[in-house]
């Protein structure tokens, strides 16, 4: 088992950003990671950043760290003996079953002398590879000589570390301004003589990730809220601090603004909440100067204000409150889960992992973690270079979704609907949508599709007037499309109903022809591994013959992602325990499944908790190879199914991907209407790879 060990080589260096970020890389990579911050520099170990995110965003089981007055004490008293051993005891709690351990080092800080020598005790009590992680300080000029003072920063820990050079694992450089300056420190790095590490990561910087919530703000200046809207949500991604006329701010009233304002400036207010109610989501409204805002101005504003948009007021003057909000720490608090995500993402997709890789080694048993099963998604949907059909077009999260898989390369989406109109929604929404983005208006596009639309409903009475109103309805229309083989695949349900978005499938796409139904899985995204839920959205009652064309199904869409299927066919009894008829259903399907297709490993009928904990999987069947170890859970109806997956989704505060669509001739996939931009990316990265294995 490997050890890394991280340490800044100076202040500000995002360690804690870094050393997670590791984690989620090694977690990609199919890895069993632990995480320790052995030592804590704050005095009360509940306010340990690292250790925190750790558990609730990493989901390691982090130890508690070693408190600074503990520390404080054993250092005065001489024992650093017997600190060390229990920074090892916590080690030790954090490597168990691992391949590898990442240690988070002490951050130089003034008042605190100790910190180099104890990073120096740590590393080499714990025999660890050592990554060095500097960052570039906000005022600091990426010129020709640049690349030279991180290096002499780079040699300066490497000395004070007293580091052999088998030790040090590499550099990462967090905040790089340009792609240039990273290339020019690597080949900077490669110089240094006798040293065997390079660059692993060079950390773009990215000021829309670090955006502070309004709410954030709000406590950080004690303002006065006055209307608190979406403040929990909404970022604060632009400080726009007004001394202009309207017609010269109009421009700076964009998504993420905070407007500063005196509360006397009636026309720059009005301004902002026409644009509100423009659709334009401005971070909120922050009144200065102690000025309150004339009632008849606020009365008018009260449309606005229903929107979600905050206005908070301070005392300070409006320059005044501009440089203290410049001034802002950007720390990310406690409670700011999401953002912390996105950073730990961001540092994730930047570290060069090779060279770390090959210094671990392989890992014992590779597993499909959540982070890495989003990565391959995200990477399968690559190399398939499919077409997308969109039928929701002008709804802003559908818009956001194919701009993000625009630019990342997930697929190439086809928006439906009013181009002029998609652009207005995505200027407002702050998404910018790039010129050669694909987008069909239905009301040109209707005409094309009439008569193959005739052609493929003729059987059941369609004419090309009934047709012609049909295609109205976008998802019919993109449903269309797809049966014409001009999209791979389409995806729908962020404001139309599973209903809605199935019906024109079964009608015009029907099943393939391998398929007896129409299933659905779900993708559980579990702490430690993916797990395959089917079907929970599509069949109410299915008969044995159909559970087993279920269970078929959802074991080869286990495989198509990665995922090593173990069958569990569920039910109120484990093996021959039970009877009646719900268990006797259960307990035909399998055989079903055994006969069907005999390299599948299934076992039922099966308790949950036999399927899914090893313990009482050995207790209740100990000679399955499906108990406590299964992958995809079969349930015996819709009932069952759809009630499993939302308690377990959210009592476990797991995300479920789905539902994903199996047994149509070409990928339909529906959304929760309750979608996140997230949810609509990874479903059409979903459809994609069923278009790829379709095709």
Do not use: W
Request: proline share 6%; glycine share 6%; net charge negative.
């Amino acid at each position: 088992m490997k050890t890394i060990f991280l340490v800044a080589t100076g202040t500000n260096s995002g360690l804690t950003s870094v050393s997670l970020g590791l984690v989620r890389a090694l977690e990609v990579a199919g890895l069993k990671v632990g995480f320790v911050k052995p030592i804590s520099q704050t005095e009360h170990l509940t306010s340990d950043r690292s250790t925190l995110f750790a558990r609730q965003i990493c989901q390691r089981k982090a130890p508690d760290p070693i408190g600074l007055a503990r520390v404080s004490e054993l250092l005065s008293k001489d024992m650093t003996d017997q600190l060390m051993e229990e920074v090892i005891g916590l080690y030790e709690l954090a490597a168990k079953n691992m391949d590898v351990v990442v240690v988070e080092g002490l951050l130089p800080e003034a008042g605190q002398p100790f910190v180099t020598q104890l990073n120096a005790d740590m590393t080499r009590n714990l025999q660890a590879d050592v990554l060095l992680v500097g960052s570039l300080p906000n005022d600091f000029a990426a010129d020709e000589k640049g690349a030279e003072i991180i290096i002499d920063q780079i040699e300066l820990s490497m000395n004070s570390l007293d580091l052999a050079d088998k030790n040090l694992a590499g550099y990462i450089l967090n905040r790089v301004p340009n792609s240039n300056f990273k290339n020019q420190l690597a080949n900077e790095i490669t110089k240094l003589s006798g040293n065997d590490f390079s660059l692993i990561g060079g950390i773009p910087l990215n000021n829309d990730i670090m955006a502070p919530r309004v709410s954030d703000v709000a406590t950080y200046l004690n303002a006065q809220v006055l209307n608190e809207g979406d403040m929990k949500q909404r970022r604060v991604r632009d400080i726009v601090m007004v001394a202009r006329s309207v017609p010269y701010v109009i421009e700076l009233l964009k998504p993420g603004a905070l407007i500063v304002t005196p509360g006397d400036r009636d026309d720059i207010i009005l301004a902002a909440a026409i644009a509100t109610m423009n659709g334009v989501p401005l971070a909120g409204l922050l009144i200065t100067c102690d000025h309150e805002v004339h009632p008849n101005i606020a009365q008018i504003c009260r449309p606005a204000l229903r929107t979600g948009l905050p206005v908070l007021a301070v005392p300070s003057l409006t320059f005044e409150t501009s440089t203290q909000l410049i001034k802002m720490d950007r720390k990310v608090p406690f409670n700011d889960l999401e953002r912390m995500e996105k950073i730990i993402n961001h540092v994730a997709d930047h570290l060069d992992m090779k060279p770390l890789l090959a210094r671990i080694g392989e890992p014992k048993e590779p597993r499909l973690t959540p982070p890495a099963f989003r990565h391959h998604l995200i990477e399968k949907a690559r190399r398939a270079q499919k077409r997308i059909v969109l039928p929701e077009g002008n709804e802003p999260r559908t818009i956001a979704a194919a701009a993000i898989c625009h630019e990342k390369g997930i697929a190439h989406c086809v928006l439906l609907g009013d181009p002029a109109e998609i652009r207005e929604v995505a200027a407002n929404q702050g998404v910018i949508l790039p010129d050669d983005i694909e987008i069909i208006d239905p009301k040109t596009a209707i005409a094309h599709y009439v008569e193959p639309l005739v052609g493929m409903r003729k059987s059941k009475g369609m004419t090309a007037p009934s047709a012609e109103k049909q295609l109205e309805d976008t998802v019919m229309l993109g449903t269309v499309m797809l049966a014409l083989s001009e999209v791979d695949g389409l995806v729908s349900g962020a404001v139309h109903t599973t209903a809605n978005t199935v019906r024109p499938a079964l009608q015009i796409i029907k099943t393939a022809p391998t398929a007896k139904l129409v299933s659905s899985v779900f993708f559980m995204l579990m702490p430690e591994q993916v797990l395959v839920y089917g079907d929970c959205a599509i069949n109410p009652d299915p008969t044995a013959e159909e559970l087993a064309d279920i269970a078929i199904q959802s074991a080869d869409s286990a495989t198509a992602f990665g995922i090593i299927p173990r069958v569990a066919m569920i039910s109120y009894s484990t093996g021959e325990s039970g009877t009646g008829d719900e268990v006797e259903k259960v307990r035909a399907a399998t055989l079903l499944v055994k006969e069907k297709r005999p390299d599948i490993i299934v076992d039922g009928p099966m308790q949950y908790d036999a399927a899914s904990v090893e313990s009482v999987g050995r207790q209740k069947a100990p000679n399955s190879p499906v108990a406590g170890r299964a992958t995809v859970f079969v349930f015996p109806d819709l009932n069952t199914g759809n009630t499993t997956y939302k308690a377990v989704q959210r009592s476990a505060n797991v995300i479920s991907v789905g539902p994903m669509l199996q047994g149509l001739r070409k990928p339909v996939n529906d959304l929760s209407r309750g979608a996140l931009v997230d949810d609509l990316v990874y479903t059409i990265a979903l459809t994609a790879i069923q278009a790829e294995q379709n095709a």
